[in-house]
């Protein structure tokens, strides 16, 4: 599966972007799908997981109540939405897909991922 994402850009403090991650082939369904995110200087970090169909959904404590992940099997596209943004919220952020059983939190469970979009937080 190959992977596109974008939908990233500058916002002030406070404010709100929805990343996208569109997915090539017709087997989306069949990939567990998460978002990672890589600020600067810092090792890639687990942010938000969907199962199959979107019946289950985990997040990095800090983001809870701030970022939904979903997915659209019908549009092979996955979601970030990502509310009251913050400064330490500026990332690249990556999405990935898995055909892995394991822990989903972890970068090496994935098996595919995406070029990454920036994310900019200014305060």
């Known amino acids: 599966v190959q992977l596109q994402a974008y939908g990233g850009g500058l916002v002030h403090a406070g404010g709100s972007l929805r990343l996208s991650c569109a997915a090539s082939?017709?087997?989306?369904?069949?990939?567990?799908m998460g978002w990672f995110r890589q600020g600067p200087g810092k090792e890639r970090e687990f942010v938000a997981f969907?199962?199959?169909?979107?019946?289950?959904?985990y997040y990095l404590d800090s983001v809870k109540g701030q970022f939904t992940i979903s997915r659209d099997n019908a549009e092979n596209t996955v979601y970030l939405q990502m509310n009251n943004l913050k400064p330490e919220d500026t990332a690249v952020y990556f999405c990935?897909?898995?055909?892995?059983?394991?822990?989903?939190?972890?970068?090496?469970?994935?098996?595919?991922w995406g070029q990454g979009t920036q994310v900019t937080v200014s305060s």
């Open positions: 990935a897909a898995s055909t892995i059983l394991g822990d989903y939190s972890q970068v090496k469970n994935y098996n595919y």
């Open positions: 082939g017709r087997t989306f369904r069949s990939y567990v």
């Open positions: 969907i199962s199959w169909v979107g019946g289950s959904t």
